[in-house]
Nanobody, 122 residues
Framework: QVQLVESGGGLVQPGGSLRLSCAASGSIFSIDSMGWYRQAPGQQRELVASISTGGSTNYALSVKGRFTISRDNAKNTVYLQMNSLKPEDTAVYYC????????????????WGKGTLVTVSS
């Protein structure tokens, strides 16, 4: 079994910064893609950013230039540095691990963390 545990959420003023972390633990051989999604009240969950094993990244247009995703493959950890935060960034942020290989030949498609709340408000 694989678990994802997020940390780093909280309350921040507009223009401020936060860094989210997500550590994957369990029977992990490797993880193809890791990413961050968010869900604001009354809205659908949306992709914020993702990163492949090789470091290729993908960002939502709304966060491009403000957020930076990175990962430490040796620690199975993904980070999201969020700068110039806006009130509209307020949401629960969820960590995702896609195609988690538990051996050289077996994988599970998707794991999700429980989420961490980010509130941007003065």
């Amino acid at each position: 079994q694989v678990q994802l545990v997020e940390s780093g959420g909280g309350l921040v003023q507009p223009g401020g910064s936060l860094r989210l972390s997500c550590a994957a633990s369990g029977s992990i051989f490797s993880i193809d893609s890791m990413g961050w999604y968010r869900q604001a009240p009354g809205q659908q969950r949306e992709l914020v950013a993702s990163i492949s094993t090789g470091g290729s990244t993908n960002y939502a247009l709304s966060v491009k230039g403000r957020f930076t995703i990175s990962r430490d493959n040796a620690k199975n950890t993904v980070y999201l540095q969020m700068n110039s935060l806006k009130p509209e960034d307020t949401a629960v942020y969820y960590c995702n691990a896609n195609r988690v290989w538990t051996s050289a030949i077996n994988y599970v498609s998707n794991y999700w963390g429980k989420g961490t709340l980010v509130t941007v408000s003065s």
